[in-house]
């Protein structure tokens, strides 16, 4: 399996408990023909809830690393628990990431864990997206959510992409506030709003782009998205998308949302090594990669999870620790869905991997 650095977006979904994580993850996955059924949590057939302990409890306790393919683009992702007693299986997941998607319940509204997965993606300055999700439940509201957003994050900050057409048990699809369409008649004061707020927040990237939104110049498809990006990138703007995961709704636009704004792994900052050089990355040179996390797998032992900065790894290679100096030998490189393990002939940045029982690397 081979696949360009740029193509790749990799991401933690996060969020409180009961917001849609887990589903959402399975659902995407069926979606991008990775999974040949939604994995459910009710049925115990999660793809990401695989432990007797989590299906027991149905819901997240560990971490769990996930990937497909979603049209041109590679997604790597983790699907983190929600709850405060498991918050320590964050840290790991967004020292590997390049952006977070926090979740929310449309009906609960902002919630402990939602704030707390904030916190660590600016913390860790990392781009961040928002889904308001279960807007087909009843007493859902999507403005009500919106208006916590804004009160808590900044209304120039968390702007909405797409909004419900419809409400509760009438959702009936999303509507994206750039797209070409109008909008029905009764949204069409809402989605002005929002792309007023978008074009000041892309125009307000660039000053070039500035010069020509105050002239009253219209933007191109490219200036968007470029305006977009970068105000994502900088921490300026936490686009906002709509849906609900039970009814597949407004997820193919988000997911469409996440691959063309996120960063690929290239656009990330340096990472500080153990020795307190930093590594840039990149797509060539020697290979280098940052262990994130180890468990204790019950047929192949310790294995430890990599995420892939610079070079291109391949298995049955040396690397050396930084840390300690030491050589350390990297057998097979496995790609993970859950707890089914599948071989990489090589791994790009951004890729996370896993490798059994390294000896100077815990």
Known sequence: MRYETAAVRNFVVAGHGGAGKTSLCALMLFKAKAADRVGSIDAKTSVSDFTPEEQERRSSIHAAHLSCQWKNYRFIFTDTPGYGEFAGELVGPFAAADGVLIVIDAVAGLETGSMRAWKMAKEANLPHAVLINRLDKETADFHRVVEQLHEAFGKSVCVPMTIPLGAESRLGGVFSILGAPEPPSELQGFASECKEALMDVIAGSDD????????????????????????????????????????????????????????????????????????????????????????????????????????????????????????????????????????????????ICAVAKLKATK
Not at 282 to 289: N, V, W
Request: aromatic share 4%.
């Open 208 to 351: 070039k782009l500035i010069e020509k939104y105050l002239n009253g110049q219209p933007l191109s498809d490219d200036e968007l998205l470029g305006g977009l990006r970068k105000s994502i990138l900088s921490g300026n703007l936490a686009p906002v998308f709509a849906g609900s995961v039970a009814k597949d709704i407004g997820i193919a636009e988000l997911m469409d949302g996440l691959a063309s704004l996120f960063p690929n792994p290239l656009e990330r900052a340096p990472f500080l090594a153990s020795d307190a050089s930093e590594i840039a990355p990149s797509d060539t040179g020697e290979p280098s990669a940052v262990v994130f996390r180890s468990v204790a797998d019950p047929f192949m032992g310790q294995l430890s999870f990599l995420r892939v900065l610079s070079g291109r790894l391949k298995p049955d290679s040396d690397l050396v620790n930084a840390g300690n100096g030491a050589k350390e030998h990297l057998g097979q490189l496995l790609a993970l869905n859950g707890k089914t393990q599948t071989p990489l002939e090589e791994a790009c940045p951004g890729t």
